[in-house]
C-alpha cells in the first residue's frame, strides 16, 4: 500500500514562508513548518529574512536585512543590519569612511544605544597644513555649527 507504482501521489509539505517578493518558499518544509535554510535564519537571528555573511557556523558575523534601494545596499537589496540602524538614525547614508561599532562586541545587539559611529579616514600626511585641512573637513561634516561659531 502506497509503495512503487500503487499510483498513490505523495504530498510534500512545503515551507510556510512567503517571500518579501510575495512569493511562497518551494523548499520541502523541515522544522516549525519551515525549510532548513527559514528555520535556521529565525533560530539565529528571530527573522526568516535575515542573512549571515562570513563562515558558516560562526556566529559572530553581521545580521543582514533586505533595504531594497537604500544607498548602503548591495546590489541585491541586502544591508548590515546596525549600518541601516545608524543610516537612519542619522538621517542619511554613511560615507566611505564611515563605520558602525558595536560598543559590548555583540554583532547581532543592533540597538542603537550598543552603536557609535566610528570613521576611518585619516589625513594622508601629518604636516601642520594637512591636519588643519582634515579637522576643517572632519568639522564641516559632522560639527559645521562648531565652525560658524568661531567666525
Known amino acids: 500500500m502506497g509503495g512503487k ?3 498513490r501521489v505523495v504530498q510534500h509539505e512545503f515551507c510556510t514562508i512567503i517571500t518579501q517578493d510575495n512569493r511562497k518558499c518551494l523548499k520541502p518544509h523541515t522544522a516549525n513548518g519551515m ?3 527559514h528555520y535556521k535564519r529565525v533560530k539565529l537571528y528571530n527573522d526568516p529574512f535575515a542573512r549571515e555573511k562570513g563562515h558558516k557556523g560562526v556566529r559572530k558575523t553581521y545580521k543582514y536585512v533586505a533595504a531594497f534601494g537604500h544607498p548602503n545596499s548591495d546590489t541585491k537589496g541586502w544591508i548590515a543590519e546596525h ?3 545608524m543610516s537612519e538614525h542619522l538621517g542619511r547614508p554613511l ?3 564611515e563605520n558602525v561599532h558595536h560598543k559590548n562586541g555583540n554583532r547581532l545587539d543592533n540597538r542603537l544605544e550598543n552603536l557609535e559611529l566610528w570613521n576611518t579616514k585619516q589625513p594622508k600626511g601629518q604636516k601642520i597644513e594637512d591636519k588643519i ?4 573637513e572632519i568639522l564641516n561634516q ?8 568661531q567666525q
Open 133 to 136: 585641512q582634515y579637522a576643517t
Open 95 to 97: 560615507t566611505d569612511g
Open 142 to 149: 559632522y560639527a559645521p555649527h562648531l565652525l560658524k561659531e
Open 83 to 85: 549600518r541601516l540602524v
Open 35 to 37: 525549510c532548513q535554510m
Open 5 to 7: 507504482g500503487s499510483g
